[in-house]
C-alpha cells in the first residue's frame, strides 16, 4: 500500500508559476512509474506528465509540453511538478500516481494503481 499526499496548488495569475509536490508513505515507489494527471471542472481527467521509475525518462502531454517539468527524488519518496507559463485552461485539480513495476513513462490511467486526493490549480486571467 502506497499513501500519496499532494501540495502546493493555489490560486496564481495567467503566466506565473506553481510548484506542485507529492509525498509517498508506505511500501518503497521506488520502482515504479510516477505520473500527474488532472481534472477540470466538467471535464474527464487527463494525463499531465510521468517519469519512469529511475528519472531518465519523461513523458509529458502535449499541451504543457515546454511549459512544466516532471522530476522525482526516491531518496525521499517525493515527486514535482514545476508548471510555470500557466495559462487559465490549466485550472484543475492535479493528481499524482504510481504505476508500480512500470519502468516506462505511461499516460494512460489504468497502470496506475495508487493515486493522491488531489490539490486545487486556480489560474486567473
Known amino acids: 500500500q502506497v499513501q500519496l499526499v499532494e501540495s502546493g496548488g493555489g490560486l496564481v495569475q495567467a503566466g506565473g508559476s506553481l510548484r506542485l509536490s507529492c509525498a509517498a508513505s508506505g511500501r518503497t515507489f521506488s520502482r515504479g512509474a510516477m505520473g500527474w494527471f488532472r481534472q477540470a471542472p466538467g471535464k474527464e481527467r487527463e494525463f499531465v506528465a510521468a517519469i519512469s521509475a529511475s528519472g531518465g525518462s519523461t513523458n509529458y502531454a502535449a499541451s504543457v509540453e515546454g511549459r512544466f517539468t516532471i522530476s522525482r527524488d526516491n531518496a525521499k519518496n517525493a515527486v514535482y511538478l514545476q508548471m510555470n507559463s500557466l495559462k487559465p485552461e490549466d485550472t484543475a485539480v492535479y493528481y499524482c500516481?504510481?504505476?508500480?513495476?512500470?519502468?516506462?513513462?505511461?499516460?494512460?490511467?489504468?497502470?496506475?494503481?495508487?493515486w493522491g486526493q488531489g490539490t486545487q490549480v486556480t489560474v486567473s486571467s
Open positions: 500516481a504510481v504505476a508500480p513495476g512500470s519502468s516506462d513513462t505511461p499516460d494512460i490511467e489504468s497502470y496506475y494503481r495508487w
